[in-house]
């Protein structure tokens, strides 16, 4: 069974930083894709990010390009999401997925956790 906890949501400002983890247990390195998602109030969940372990590949959202950065780390077994230049239409609650093919398709991913807030202020 995969289980993962996000960490390192909070408050910042417009134009500020945050950098999410996804720790992930039982987690097997060539196996699973992880993805970021969020969500925000009164809006579907919607794919942010999502890499392969294998080989690094990234898939983005148009509207985070740019800005947010997906990484692992060299165990296979963390994985970051780099967010600069938030904006206030980045506030939500994120979570991390492990799933198969390297989509944003909530679809294709089985193992979710729980979620970290992120808020940003103007």
């Known amino acids: 069974q995969v289980q993962l906890v996000e960490s390192g949501g909070g408050s910042v400002q417009a134009g500020g930083s945050l950098r999410l983890s996804c720790a992930a247990s039982?987690?097997?390195?060539?196996?699973?894709?992880v993805g970021w998602f969020r969500q925000a109030p009164g809006k579907e969940r919607e794919g942010v990010a999502s890499?392969?372990?294998?080989?690094?590949?990234?898939r983005y959202a148009d509207s985070v390009k740019g800005r947010f950065t997906i990484s692992q780390d060299s165990n296979g077994n963390m994985v970051y999401l780099q967010m600069t230049s938030l904006k206030p239409e980045d506030t939500a609650m994120y979570y991390c997925?492990?799933?198969?093919?390297?989509?944003?398709?909530?679809?294709?991913?089985?193992?979710w956790g729980q979620g970290t807030q992120v808020t940003v202020s103007s």
């Open positions: 997925a492990a799933g198969n093919g390297l989509s944003l398709d909530l679809g294709r991913y089985t193992y």
């Open positions: 039982a987690y097997t390195y060539n196996t699973y894709v």
């Open positions: 890499i392969w372990p294998v080989g690094g590949s990234t």
